[in-house]
């Protein structure tokens, strides 16, 4: 039952990723593209853990640690990147992020915290406990401040 719920979280992290990288190919304020280039990298960075816990890609231990420590390094920046009210069509914010402020440098903080949280990761089986861990923080953010 745990392995189906952790595949669950990986196959719903690689579909968000795949809507959302499309999405940035057209913007066009800066200040939206920075904050896209970032969370491109934390979803990236996503989709590799998640890619090896599906067993999508060979697990490759210093590609996973390296992928937690993108995801904390992109992910600390993240409320200064949306501190302005910057908006562009492309972009996925929801004005929902001015509105909570607050909650949403939390959820940013929750979810840096989480990757610094993960342990050195040796092997697969770790994986599942990882993207819960994190992707638990990217789902609730998302679910709050992000168009579906």
């Known amino acids: 039952m745990k392995t189906a719920r952790i595949l669950a979280l990986a196959s719903l992290i690689s579909i968000t990723m795949a809507g959302s990288l499309a999405a940035h190919a057209d913007a066009t304020n800066p200040?939206?593209?920075k904050r896209m280039e970032a969370m491109k990298a934390i979803g990236g960075s996503m989709k590799t853990l998640s890619g090896m816990a599906k067993?999508?890609?060979a697990f490759d231990a210093a590609k996973a640690n390296a992928?937690?420590?993108?995801?904390?390094?992109k992910g600390l920046p993240v409320p200064a990147l949306f501190e302005a009210n910057e908006t562009d069509p492309a972009t996925e914010a929801?004005?929902?992020?001015?509105?909570?402020?607050?909650?949403?440098?939390?959820?940013?903080?929750?979810?840096v915290?989480?990757?610094?949280?993960?342990?050195e990761i040796t092997e697969q089986g770790a994986l599942g406990a990882v993207l819960g861990q994190i992707g638990g923080t990217c789902k609730a953010c998302h679910d709050d401040y992000r168009k579906k």
Not at 67 to 73: P, R
């Open 55 to 57: 067993g999508e890609m």
């Open 31 to 33: 200040v939206v593209i």
């Open 113 to 119: 915290m989480a990757a610094k949280g993960v342990a």
């Open 67 to 73: 992928a937690v420590a993108i995801i904390a390094e």
């Open 94 to 111: 929801l004005p929902a992020i001015w509105e909570n402020w607050d909650d949403f440098v939390k959820k940013s903080e929750d979810m």
